[in-house]
């Protein structure tokens, strides 16, 4: 616990020995904003902006008395902008700062009132769909209408580079491993639990999705992929304003979704809160195909199973939260959120085993029923302090997260002869309830230096307990007994502490540096409970990482902007995947942890060039050593699926990203990404060495007509591919919508259909040892949707401060319950 204190007291004497360092002799550029009665206006706005293009150089906010200032702002040309909620904006006229006119004092601008009705405001401008910039790209979700009455998984589905795989597995650039944050929080899941959290989103909740495939220091070094950053809808108006969504959908069966959003700001509180519930109701069939063979190559056996399964879900989401303004630098903030998400699956599940000769050996009819219960909680104390105008700033984030997650499963197994002569059946009882519980603190500081330069420093800690219990009841011999095959319980322990440093300056109008050096700390302890006829077990390991960042910028026009950047990642097996037991999924079908799993590293270097902001092309590379997959085994007729370390991944890639505007009224987007995969090393005692290409295009269409009229014509495809032992099949989506405003203006009515021609179906072959295998998935992706939306409130004139985003790091991305 030591050393990155130690680390992080280090860093922070280098900030100030840094800070004391600089040259008194500085420039300055101060002013006041107020309003047509002549009373000062505080928390208004104030951007200082290039005279030359209005380009953007910095931003401030005006204190209690309406004053501003902005330190060391380099020699050249500007002028200010200043606006206010209920102001018309202003400008002043352009003024120089020179090394003979170093300090600069405005003349105050004065603001006239407009109407402060929100009624009588008519938005006319639409964001665009992607923003592009030199670190990340920026989805705006609101301006694609095919995300009316989608989710937040659907909705990243849409996103640039972002595909959702077979088992709801989230890749960027075709890698997993991505770390999903939640406006700035980590959202503590992954796999199917992830896939389920996101299910449970309404995408009517959702502003912005931030794109991050080589993300700087101040975030945790988990992901290999990146980070996706998934921002919520915040009213930033002052007074009570909200905003209201509701939608059904139809599928194969019948879906609802309804989001409301409150906020109120006045004076130095701000109270928000958001609550979505959705209905739903799904299908999924799966359909596997095996061959086994013999040492010649010859057939043993054929094995064909279809499984048919019916979902039904309930999604309550609720967050609460305040900010309280101390005062024009000091803001205190605390969030509350909840899930609650009874569910509940009927399965059906028909098994035929075969001669090689295709004639019916026998007959495994299968059914469950399995009740759950999605609960968490999590508080989120936040901190913010700015020293000065000039960015000086220290924020704090205290988090705690409780998941709980009950659930019961019944089997029901019956075999027959070829003639459906029954020959037994078996009871199976399962209740697996998971527990964890995790406690996090960071704090983060930025020290700005003169002429464009910046360096931040932080520290985090954070400490994870899971318990993951299965208790099995066999019925046999007319009485339940204890199943001591499958039945136990495993304890989990893990601390991260970790501290960082980064350095961000702008040397030249044309040349940009940001480097960063982040250390991890990790330690951990699971033990594996015995039971009658299984031993105790457990493990233990501590290990220390260093992770590097470094990003290049070079504008060598206004047109173009070139960016190189380079970064050491890792990734750390789930949780649950520590698991050494065996769990059951079928009498065919098991699924077990691995306590020998090592973490993944991956080296990623990305070479960037943006052209006018439109059109973005991307040649990356990466590594990834001691790589972990999931595997497949075979015992019998049996196939056991784990994850192991198989050895070393290599990713070429090249992806182009265009906004075109084709006219006023029609825009495309379109992205094409083509990645080149290799996957070496060892597997089961055989060598592994498989390679493939993959071509990933997507394509938004958008049209906007008189009237609040609106289009959209999009799709997707993805060529077929390599993962791990997986060959995937090529598969892909086609949406429309259309969109009106009403209301004048607050109000919209969207309609959409998704997966219009069915060709979401993930299907592919898995060979393995004396196994050969092909499946295919399919599931309740046609659907149409219908959507209504108002946005109600009345603004007032009251102090302000942006809302405090608060964060942890990657240890929830990683809790796996095992759904």
């Known amino acids: ?41 505080s928390a208004a706005t104030i951007t200082l902006l290039k005279a030359k293009d209005s380009s953007v150089v910095k931003m401030s906010v005006t204190d209690q008395e309406g004053q501003y200032s902005f330190e060391n702002p380099p020699k050249g040309r500007y002028l200010v902008a200043a606006s206010a909620v209920g102001y018309e904006k202003q400008y002043s006229a352009p003024f120089t700062i020179s090394a003979e006119n170093p300090v600069i004092e405005l003349p105050a601008i004065v603001l006239n009132e407009r109407n402060n009705n929100l009624k009588a405001v008519t938005i006319s401008a639409r964001k665009p769909m992607v923003e592009q910039k030199i670190d990340r790209t920026v989805v705006n979700v609101d301006a694609f209408i095919s995300n009316t009455g989608a989710n937040a998984l659907e909705a990243l589905e849409k996103s640039p580079g972002i595909q959702v795989d077979k088992d709801g597995n989230i890749s960027l650039k075709g890698k997993q491993n991505v770390i999903v944050l939640i406006d700035g929080r980590p959202a503590y899941l992954s796999g199917a639990d992830l896939a389920n959290m996101l299910k449970g989103m309404q995408a009517s909740q959702l502003e912005q999705i931030e794109i991050m495939t080589n993300p700087p220091a101040r975030y945790d070094a988990a992901g290999n992929a990146g980070i996706i950053n998934i921002k919520t809808k915040k009213n930033k108006v002052k007074g009570f304003n909200g905003n209201l969504s509701a939608g059904v959908g139809q599928g194969v069966y019948f879906k609802t979704n309804e989001s409301i959003s409150l906020n109120y700001r006045n004076g130095k509180v701000n109270l928000f809160s958001n609550y979505s519930y959705g209905w739903n109701k799904n299908f999924q069939q799966l359909e596997i195909f095996r061959r086994y063979k013999n040492d010649d190559g010859t057939t043993n056996a054929i094995f064909e199973q279809v499984a048919y399964m019916k979902r039904y879900n309930i999604n309550n989401n609720l967050k609460l939260g305040m900010d309280y303004f101390v005062n024009n630098k000091t803001t205190l ?84 002869e070829p003639n459906w002569t029954k020959l037994s059946d078996d009871q199976l009882q399962g209740v697996l309830p998971v527990k964890v519980n995790i406690y996090s603190a960071k704090m983060d500081y930025t020290h700005p230096l003169k002429n464009n330069g910046k360096i931040e420093a932080g520290w985090k800690t954070s400490y994870v307990q899971t318990v993951n219990k299965a208790d099995y009841t066999l019925f046999k011999n007319y ?60 493990f233990q390991r501590s290990y220390n ?253 009251s102090n302000n401060s942006q809302r405090k985003k608060g964060g942890a790091g990657d240890e929830q991305n990683r809790v796996n319950m095992g759904n």
Do not use: C
């Open 1 to 41: 616990m030591r050393t990155p204190i130690n680390l992080f007291i280090i860093m922070l004497l280098t900030v100030s020995l840094i800070s004391r360092a600089q040259n008194t002799n500085t420039s300055k550029l101060k002013g006041k904003v107020s309003a047509t009665n002549q009373s000062a206006l």
């Open 333 to 416: 903030g605390f969030v509350l959120s909840g899930v609650y998400n009874p569910e509940k699956s009927i399965n059906t599940n028909t098994s035929y085993l075969k001669d090689p000769e295709y004639n019916t050996d026998s007959i495994v009819t299968a059914s469950s029923n399995i009740h759950g219960i999605w609960k968490n909680a999590s508080v989120n104390l936040n901190m913010r302090h700015q020293f000065d105008t000039t960015g000086r700033e220290l924020t704090t984030d205290l988090d705690y997260i409780v998941y709980d997650n009950p659930n019961n499963q019944h089997f029901y197994n019956n075999s027959y």
């Open 479 to 538: 009485e339940w007994a204890i199943d001591t095959g499958k039945t136990n319980h495993f304890d989990y322990k893990e601390n991260i502490n970790a501290a960082y440093i980064s350095f961000n300056k702008q040397f030249t109008k044309k040349w940009g540096l940001q480097s960063g050096l982040r250390y991890e700390n990790t330690n951990y302890k699971g033990n594996q409970y015995g039971n009658p006829v299984k031993p105790d077990s457990s």
């Open 545 to 797: 990482s260093w992770f590097p960042t470094v990003y290049i910028s070079y504008n060598a026009d206004s047109s173009n902007q070139f960016g190189l950047s380079f970064g050491r990642r890792i990734d750390r097996p789930g949780y649950a995947s520590l698991n050494p037991f065996m769990f059951f999924i079928d009498k065919y079908t098991y699924e077990a942890g691995n306590p020998y799993l090592r973490p993944q590293y991956s080296n990623n270097i990305e070479l960037t060039h943006i052209f006018k902001g439109k059109l973005t092309t991307t040649l990356n590379y990466s590594i990834t050593r001691n790589l972990f997959n999931e595997t497949f085994d075979q015992s019998g007729y049996a196939t056991i699926v784990k994850r192991n370390n198989i050895g070393k991944r290599e990713d070429y890639g090249i992806s182009v990203n265009a906004q075109i505007p084709v006219n006023k009224w029609f825009t495309s987007m379109i992205y094409t990404n083509y990645r080149y995969t290799r996957y070496t090393g060892n597997l089961y005692g055989e060598n592994l060495d498989v390679a493939a290409g993959t071509i990933y295009f997507n394509i938004n269409n958008q049209f906007n007509f008189n009237k609040g009229w609106g289009a959209e014509l999009s799709g997707w495809y993805l060529s077929k591919g390599v993962e791990g032992q997986i060959l995937l099949a090529a598969m892909g989506q086609l949406s429309a919508g259309i969109s009106k405003t009403v209301l004048k203006g607050q109000g919209s009515v969207k309609f959409n259909v998704r997966d219009i021609l069915y060709t979401q179906l993930p299907h592919g072959d898995i060979n393995f040892k004396e196994t050969e295998a092909r499946f295919r998935n399919s599931r309740d992706t046609r659907v149409a949707n219908l959507t209504f939306s108002y946005r109600f409130g009345k603004p007032i004139k």
